[in-house]
C-alpha cells in the first residue's frame, strides 16, 4: 500500500520537477551574467519591504518616469493592502492621506468639462500613472529608436525577474567600448544597451534619510518594481498557506476513507 | 458491460420522474456501475480530467466577465483581472495553470491507455473518441494561448496559422480567411476568442459520448482479462468514488503548489510583453504540452513535411487499434513490447526537451560538434513513428506473451491484480 | 462479495462514521471556500471602487452658479444658492409637500457644525424615472413655477431646495452621502 503511494508520489514529483526543469532550461538560454540577490519577497513565506518599496518609489518618481510609464498602476494601488504606502487606518486609498498627496505630484490629461479641450490636472488616487510618451513611435524618437519599457510589469517580463532589473542598473561598465549611442551593460543579453546609466550615487535624496548608494537606489527600486508587477504576492502565498494546509489534511482524510471503505476488500 | 438498470424507485416523486425521464435511474444506475475491482491509481485520471474540464469551464467563464478580446485592450484587460477584479489574482492563474494540469492528465490518461491496451476491441470508438477530444484540447489551448495578446501569443498564433498557408492550393486562402487578414490581427483575435469559448462545450459533448462509451463496453483493467463474474467487479460507489476523490485531492495539492507559488514557471516571460508585430522574440515557443509536436515539425527541413509529420503524429494516435496487432491487452503481459513502450515514453520526453531549444544548438555534447537538438529530434521522431507503424504491428505477431490470468478474481487472489 | 461492510449497532456512530463525517464536513468547508472567490469576484473591482467617490472643491462654484460632477454614472448638482434662492426656499408650507423636508435638512454641516445652504448638493436625477433635470432659475423652462429644476420627460419640477412641487416624481431629489472633509472642500461616496 505504502508502495503504490509512495510510487504515485514519486512520479508525480519526479514529472513536476521535468516539467520545471524543462521550464528553466528553455529559460536558461539567453542569459547575460547577473548578481544573485536574496531578495526578501522571494520563497513560499517571502514578503516586500515596505521601506524599500517607498524609497524605489521615489527613485521611480524622479529618475525614471520621465522615460518609462507604469502603463497598469494606478496612484490607488500605492495606498492598498500590500502596498508601499497601505495605512490600516485608511484602507480606502481615497482616504489615505498620504495617497492623495502623492498624487497631487503628478500631472495628469483630462478633458474640460465644460470645452471638451485637453487639459492637465493634478492626479487623484482613481488615476492611473501618466504615460511620459503619448505612444511608442515618440517614445521612440525620444531615446534613439528604442522603446524604454513598461516597467509595470518588467520583473515579470524578463528572465531573471529582479535579478535582472537589479543587474541592469549595475552593471553597466563605462570602461569597456560600445558603439555609439549604446553602453556595455555586462546584464543585458547583448551587453550593449540604449539606456545611458541612469543611476549615480547620490541621484536621489530619500525622504527617510537613507544614503542613496547606487547599489541602494537599485535595490528599492527593483523592489518596488517587483511589487508592481506582482502586488497580489503576500495575499497569494498566504492564502496558498492555508489551501496547502486545507488540502493536505483533505487528503488524509480522503485517504482514511478510501481504507475504510476498501477495508477487507480483495483488491 | 451495460447490464440491467438496479434502480428501484421508492417514492411517488421518483416514480413520477423516472416514468418521464429517467434521469436519477440514470444517476443511480452511474453510482452502481460494476467496475473491475482491481483498477489501481493510474485509472484515477478519468475522473480528474473531467474536475479539470469543469473547472476550466467555470474559471474561464468567469474570466470572460471580464476580458475584452480587442488587440488594443486584452493584455490590459488580464492586468485589470490581476489586479483589480476581486479573487483575480486567484482566477487568472487557476485557468493558467489549470490547462497545464489538464494536459499533463491527459498525458498521463493516454499512456495508461497505450500500457493497458485500453484501445482495443471493443473499445476502438472509445479510443478515437478520446483522440477527438484530444485534439479539441489542443485547439481550445491554443487559441486560449492567443487571448492574452503578449509576444508570445501573438508569434505563436503566426507560426500556427502559417502552417495553413503551407498547403498546397488552398493554402493561402484558407490561412486568409482563418486570420481575417493578410496577418494575425484585431479580427483574428475577436474569432479566437469566440471559439476558445466554444470549444469546451464541443469538449463537454465529446466526454458525455467518451463516458457513455466506456459505460456501455466496460472498463478495462490492468491485466486485460474482462470481468467474467459479479465476482470480478466492485460498485463505482462508494469504492471508486472515494479512491477517485483521494486522487483528485493529491492532484488539487500540485495544482495548488503551482498556482500559489509558481504561477507563471510553466509559462514563457515573453508573454508579459504586449504583442509587438514589428519585433519577433528571439525563440518563439509553444507551451510545454505542444513541445513535442513542436519538435517533430523542425526535425525536418521542409516545411510542408514537417507539417505532415506533426499532423501524422496524431493522426496515427487515431488508427492504432489497427496498427497493435496483439491479442494481449496489458502490456504487463507482453514483457519485450514493455521495453518498447517505456523507450517511447522515454523518446516523448526527449521531444519536448527537443522542442524546448533551438534545433541548431548542440544537445549532447559528443563527437566533432556534438549532436544538435535536429539530430536528437529527428532520431526520437524516428522511434515514434516506429513505435506505432512498425514496432507494434510486428510484436504483436512474432512475440511469446507471458499467461494471462483465467480472470480478475484469481489474478487478485494470486496477488497478480 | 461485490460490497462487504461490517455492520456494527446502527444506533451508535462508529468509528466509520466519524471518518466519513469529518470527510464530508471538510469536503463542505472547502466547497464554500471555493465558491466564495467564484461568487464574490462579480463584485465591484478596485478602479471601480476608486473611482467611487469624488472630491468637490465648493470654491470653484460661484453664487448664483451650477456645476455638474460625475458620481458613480450619475450627475452630482452643486448650486451656489442666491439669498433670493434660500428665501423662496423657506416660505414654502411644508405642509403642502408630496415629499414633507425642511430645507435645512437638506444639508450636511460643516466642520465648524454649522450648515451653509448657499451650498446645495443633490444627486441630479429625476426620482420619477431617471432623467437629468434642466436647472437654472426661471430661466430653463418658461413655465418653471417654482424657481428650481424641470425635468423634460414627464414634466416634474422641483423648487430652489430641489424638492417635488408638480408632475409625477415622488421624492425630492435625493441628497448623496457626503462629509466635508475641509471648510470649501466635500468628499461625496
Known amino acids: 500500500m505504502l508502495n503504490k503511494f509512495g510510487k504515485k508520489i514519486a512520479i508525480v514529483t519526479g514529472l513536476s520537477m521535468a516539467l520545471l526543469a524543462g521550464a528553466g532550461m528553455v529559460q536558461a538560454s539567453e542569459k547575460g551574467s547577473l548578481p544573485r540577490i536574496k531578495w526578501g519577497f522571494q520563497g513560499p513565506f517571502g514578503t516586500y519591504d515596505r521601506a524599500a518599496m517607498q524609497r524605489g518609489y521615489q527613485v521611480y518618481k524622479e529618475v525614471c518616469s520621465s522615460c518609462h510609464g507604469v502603463d497598469h498602476l494606478a496612484f490607488y494601488h500605492l495606498g492598498e493592502k500590500g502596498g508601499p504606502f497601505y495605512d490600516p487606518e485608511h484602507p480606502n486609498p481615497n482616504d489615505n492621506k498620504v495617497v492623495k498627496a502623492l498624487a497631487k505630484d503628478w500631472e495628469v490629461t483630462d478633458i474640460d468639462q465644460d470645452s471638451g479641450d485637453e487639459i492637465t490636472r493634478p492626479a487623484i488616487p482613481a488615476d492611473k500613472f501618466p504615460k511620459p510618451f503619448p505612444n511608442a513611435i515618440a517614445a521612440a524618437a525620444s531615446n534613439g529608436g528604442a522603446v524604454p519599457p513598461d516597467l509595470s510589469v518588467i520583473v515579470s517580463a524578463r528572465e531573471g525577474g529582479a535579478d535582472y532589473v537589479h543587474g541592469i542598473l549595475t552593471e553597466y561598465d563605462l570602461e569597456k567600448e560600445a558603439p555609439e549611442g549604446t553602453y556595455f551593460n555586462a546584464a543585458f543579453p547583448g551587453n550593449k544597451i540604449k539606456m545611458p546609466p541612469p543611476l549615480a550615487d547620490g541621484a536621489v535624496e530619500y525622504m527617510d534619510g537613507t544614503e542613496a548608494t547606487l547599489e541602494q537606489m537599485s535595490r528599492d527600486v527593483t523592489e518596488f518594481l517587483a511589487w508592481a508587477a ?12 492555508a489551501t496547502m494546509i486545507f488540502l493536505f489534511i483533505f487528503s488524509l482524510l480522503l485517504f482514511m476513507t478510501y481504507k475504510q471503505v476498501w477495508k477487507g476488500v480483495e483488491h | 458491460m451495460s447490464g440491467h438498470s438496479t434502480y428501484e424507485p421508492k417514492y411517488a416523486a421518483e416514480r413520477w420522474i423516472d416514468k418521464r425521464l429517467p434521469i436519477i435511474r440514470f444517476g443511480v444506475d452511474f453510482m452502481h456501475f460494476p467496475s473491475p475491482r482491481n483498477l489501481n491509481y493510474w485509472y484515477a485520471f478519468g475522473a480528474i480530467l473531467s474536475l479539470c474540464l469543469i473547472a476550466q469551464i467555470i474559471t474561464g467563464v468567469i474570466l470572460a466577465m471580464h476580458y475584452t478580446p480587442h488587440v488594443d485592450l486584452a493584455f490590459d484587460s488580464i492586468q485589470r483581472i490581476k489586479r483589480d477584479v476581486p479573487f483575480g489574482w486567484l482566477l487568472q492563474p487557476m485557468h493558467a495553470v489549470g490547462a497545464s494540469m ?22 476502438e470508438l472509445l479510443w478515437i473518441i478520446g483522440c477527438l477530444i484530444y485534439l479539441a484540447m489542443m485547439a481550445t489551448a491554443f487559441l486560449g494561448y492567443t487571448l492574452p495578446w503578449g509576444q508570445m501569443s ?11 498557408g503551407a498547403i498546397p492550393i488552398v493554402g493561402e486562402s484558407l490561412q486568409y480567411w482563418l486570420l481575417g487578414g493578410y496577418s494575425v490581427g484585431a479580427p483574428t483575435l475577436n474569432r479566437f476568442f469566440s471559439l476558445h469559448y466554444l470549444l469546451p462545450f464541443v469538449i463537454f459533448a465529446l466526454v458525455f459520448l467518451h463516458v457513455w462509451a466506456v459505460h456501455h463496453v466496460g472498463q478495462n483493467n490492468p491485466i486485460g482479462v474482462e470481468p467474467k463474474s459479479e465476482e470480478d467487479t466492485l460498485s463505482f460507489h462508494p469504492y471508486y468514488t472515494m479512491k477517485d476523490a483521494f486522487a483528485i485531492a493529491v492532484f488539487l495539492l ?23 508585430p ?16 513542436y519538435a517533430i515539425l523542425r526535425a525536418v527541413p521542409s516545411k510542408l513535411l514537417g507539417i505532415i509529420l506533426m499532423f501524422g503524429a496524431i493522426v496515427v494516435l487515431f488508427i492504432l487499434p489497427w496498427l497493435d496487432t496483439a491479442r494481449v491487452k496489458s502490456m504487463r503481459f507482453r514483457p519485450v513490447t514493455k521495453w518498447f513502450f517505456i523507450i517511447f515514453v522515454i523518446a516523448c520526453f526527449v521531444l519536448g526537451w527537443c522542442g524546448a531549444h533551438a534545433p541548431s544548438d548542440i544537445a549532447i555534447p559528443i563527437g566533432e560538434n556534438g549532436m544538435t537538438f535536429k539530430t536528437v529530434s529527428r532520431i526520437a521522431t524516428l522511434y515514434y513513428f516506429g513505435f506505432f507503424l512498425l514496432i507494434l504491428p510486428i510484436m504483436g505477431w512474432i512475440e511469446k506473451t507471458k499467461p494471462v490470468p483465467e480472470s480478475i478474481t484469481k489474478a487478485v487472489l494470486a496477488g497478480e491484480a | 462479495m461485490s460490497d462487504e461492510v461490517i455492520h456494527d449497532g446502527e444506533d451508535e456512530p462508529t468509528r466509520r462514521d466519524f471518518i466519513y463525517i469529518a470527510t464530508a464536513a471538510t469536503a463542505a468547508v472547502g466547497a464554500g471556500a ?28 460661484e453664487r448664483g452658479q451650477q456645476i455638474k460632477v460625475l458620481w458613480r454614472g450619475k450627475p452630482i448638482f452643486v448650486r451656489n444658492r442666491t439669498d433670493k434662492e434660500i428665501e423662496m426656499a423657506d416660505q414654502v408650507d411644508i405642509s403642502e409637500l408630496r415629499d414633507p423636508q425642511k430645507d435645512e435638512e437638506r444639508f450636511v454641516p460643516m466642520p465648524n457644525g454649522k450648515i451653509n445652504r448657499h451650498m446645495l448638493v443633490m444627486i441630479g436625477v429625476c426620482t420619477h424615472f431617471g432623467c437629468i433635470p434642466i436647472g437654472e432659475q426661471g430661466k430653463a423652462h418658461p413655465t418653471s413655477h417654482y424657481g428650481g429644476w424641470y425635468c423634460p420627460c414627464h414634466g416634474s419640477e422641483y423648487d430652489t431646495s430641489g424638492r417635488i412641487r408638480l408632475g409625477p416624481a415622488p421624492r425630492n431629489l435625493d441628497i448623496p452621502p457626503y462629509k466635508y472633509i475641509s471648510d470649501s472642500i466635500i468628499k461625496v461616496g
Open chain 2, 154 to 164: 501573438f508569434w505563436g498564433a503566426t507560426v500556427i496559422t502559417g502552417f495553413f
Open chain 2, 278 to 293: 514589428m519585433v519577433t522574440p528571439e525563440h518563439i515557443v509553444p507551451e510545454w504540452y505542444f513541445l513535442p509536436f
Open chain 2, 102 to 123: 489538464f494536459f499533463f492528465a491527459v498525458y498521463v490518461h493516454m499512456f495508461r491507455g497505450l500500457f493497458y491496451g485500453s484501445y482495443k476491441a471493443p473499445r
Open chain 3, 34 to 61: 471555493l465558491a466564495w472567490p467564484l461568487i464574490n469576484q462579480m463584485s465591484a473591482a478596485a478602479d471601480t471602487l476608486a473611482a467611487s467617490s469624488v472630491e468637490i472643491d465648493l470654491s470653484k462654484v
Open chain 1, 230 to 241: 506582482d502586488p497580489k504576492m503576500e495575499v497569494r502565498k498566504k492564502t496558498g498557506f
Open chain 2, 254 to 276: 500540485i495544482f495548488a503548489l503551482f498556482v500559489f507559488y509558481l504561477p507563471d514557471a510553466l509559462g514563457h516571460s515573453d508573454n508579459y510583453i504586449k504583442a509587438n
